[in-house]
Every structure is written in structure tokens, then in C-alpha cells.
Nanobody, 117 residues
Framework: QVQLVESGGGLAQPGGSLRLSCEAS????????MTWVRQAPGKGLEWVSA????????WYSDAVKGRFTISRDNAKNTLYLEMKNLKPEDTAVYYC??????????WGKGTLVTVSS
């Protein structure tokens, strides 16, 4: 069965960095675009970034552009999100999901990122 397991969340100070990972299993990872979505406390889901199956296309929301970098290692079936210059408003549960703006069909359980001094 399809499984997506996020890791790497935690507490960071404003201006700090974190690297999230998402290990995929149960499907041909290299055949799918992948997406990061986040949900801040008490708010709705917010699309963050997406990457095409061979990394040839990458998209970012305006809120994270220039600070976050999405990447993937198809040999390791792993999706990454490098987050720099973190802000308190980046505090959220971060989910990886299979798919892109046409649709997301499988989601991980999420990893919590807290940005606070």
C-alpha cells in the first residue's frame, strides 16, 4: 500500500533552518509529481511547493519562494523540503502528498514545524 512518512520537523528559531524528508513506499515514486502542503494551527491547508517526477519543473507559493527548496531523490524514494530563514508564520504541520495541482491522492501524517524564539 502507498505510504508517505514525513520526518525532520521540530523547533527552530526565527531565521533558522530545517530540512524535512518524506519517505515514500508502495508505488513507483519516480512516476509521480510530489507536493508539500502545510496547515498552521487553526487554519486551513496551504499549498507550499511541488516538484515534477523528474525534477524538471518546480513550483513554490509566494509565501516560501526564495526561502524553501524542494528536491527529490528518486533512487531513495524520498522527497525533501529545505527550509531557510524560517519565520513564525511558517509554524505548521507539514504534509507530503502524491500528485500536483491536478490532484493529491495520498497524504502522509505530517510533521510539526514550530518557529519560535
Amino acid at each position: 500500500q502507498v505510504q508517505l512518512v514525513e520526518s525532520g520537523g521540530g523547533l527552530a528559531q526565527p531565521g533558522g533552518s530545517l530540512r524535512l524528508s518524506c519517505e515514500a513506499s508502495g508505488f513507483t515514486f519516480s512516476g509521480y509529481s510530489m507536493t508539500w502542503v502545510r496547515q498552521a494551527p487553526g487554519k486551513g491547508l496551504e499549498w507550499v511547493s511541488a516538484i515534477y517526477r523528474d525534477s524538471s519543473d518546480i513550483w513554490y507559493s509566494d509565501a516560501v519562494k526564495g526561502r524553501f527548496t524542494i528536491s527529490r531523490d528518486n533512487a531513495k524514494n524520498t522527497l525533501y523540503l529545505e527550509m531557510k530563514n524560517l519565520k513564525p508564520e511558517d509554524t505548521a504541520v507539514y504534509y507530503c502528498a502524491r500528485g500536483d495541482h491536478y490532484g493529491l491522492d495520498y497524504w502522509g501524517k505530517g510533521t510539526l514545524v514550530t518557529v519560535s524564539s
